[in-house]
């Protein structure tokens, strides 16, 4: 078993079972469900369980946890060399012996918007999963947004994108990613990016995460019938190519109830030297009780050479109600 003394006195005992963006989930014997504890409010901590800890200049270790009469923590290996480390510094914990579901989190939220005026009707829908070891996370996000409106036709678009990402020392990491996108507004019909790099996370706290990563990626994509200059219906031929990428991805969430994320990628032909896009998004987040929360989003796709002139630009804001494992 585990034990925390909390800042107040207050002692709770149990299975600790992670700590993630400054928060200490705990199971207990005494509660059907798990108690959720801010990391700065732990005066001391006592640990049985095996943990793989990373701190915020990317170091990792494995072993249990205690605290030293000096105020710092001693992370004991299976090995029993002490590790003497600031508790400011630890920034993630996972159980080593964690279960399938516990390694497992994902959400969902739906968002649905009307107005009266020109009968718009728009329907949006998010799902995020991600599975988190000691040694590498996989992530898959998926987003749709139907509109429909009075005298337009109807906009769809799909996007999402499943990728890995494997840890490497000083927080620097591996990724790999598969992403589509299909949008009627910028006739596409299917956007399959294949992308490969590094990455390197510049600030990893219990405050916030904020990452940069860069590589190379394979675009393949085929479009939808569309008008050329003079009225005329016409089809852009598919195409294949390879591009440069940089990419970045900030996390906040040390403030209260909420949270934020914002990402952006930039990409460069490498075979057409006047093409570059822009991916961008981010959420705002709001937790309810119960693991509901409130979330917008913003999206925004920007291309120099789109299928269809003057649709260089696309953007998106969302408002959506979900639930969170």
Request: glycine share 8%; with cysteine.
């Given at each position: ?5 909390m ?11 992670s ?7 705990i ?50 290996s ?28 994902a ?9 009266k ?29 139907r ?15 499943f ?24 006739s ?59 990419g ?6 040390d ?53 269809e002139?003057?649709?260089e ?13």
């Amino acid at each position: 078993m585990d034990s925390l003394e909390m800042i107040n006195g207050d002692v709770i005992v149990g299975e600790i079972k992670s700590l993630d963006r400054g928060v200490v989930e705990i199971e207990t014997d005494y509660s059907d469900a798990n108690f959720k504890i801010e990391w700065d409010g732990i005066k001391k901590i006592i640990c049985n369980t095996k943990f793989s800890v990373t701190l915020s200049n990317g170091d990792r270790y494995y072993g249990s946890i205690v605290s030293s009469d000096d105020g710092l923590y001693k992370i004991i290996s299976d090995d029993s060399v002490q590790h003497s480390i600031n508790p400011k510094d630890v920034v993630y914990l996972k159980s080593i012996n964690q279960t399938f579901l516990s390694k497992l989190s994902a959400s969902v939220d739906v968002g649905y918007n009307f107005t009266k005026a020109n009968n718009l009707s728009q329907l949006n829908t998010n799902i995020f999963i991600a599975y988190n070891t000691n040694k590498w996370i996989l992530t898959l996000n998926v987003n749709s947004i139907r509109s429909v409106q009075d005298n337009v036709d109807p906009i769809v678009r799909d996007e999402g994108s499943f990728t890995g990402n494997y840890f490497l020392p000083k927080d620097f990491y591996a990724t790999a990613s598969i992403s589509y996108l299909t949008n009627t507004e910028q006739s596409i019909n299917l956007r399959l990016t294949t992308s490969g790099g590094f990455g390197k996370y510049v600030l990893h706290t219990n405050k916030a995460y904020w990452g940069f990563s860069t590589g190379v990626s394979v675009l393949n994509e085929s479009f939808n019938q569309t008008l050329d200059e003079d009225g005329n219906p016409f089809t852009k031929a598919s195409t294949t190519s390879s591009e440069w990428y940089l990419g970045t991805d900030l996390n906040l969430f040390d403030i209260g109830d909420l949270s934020f994320n914002a990402t952006g990628k930039g990409y460069r032909s490498l075979d057409n030297n006047s093409r570059w896009r822009v991916d961008a998004g981010a959420n705002l987040k709001y937790d309810l009780p119960y693991d509901f929360y409130i979330k917008t989003g913003y999206k925004m796709n920007f291309d120099t050479q789109p299928a269809e002139a003057g649709k260089e630009l696309d953007y998106q804001y969302t408002l959506g109600f979900g639930w969170e494992l």
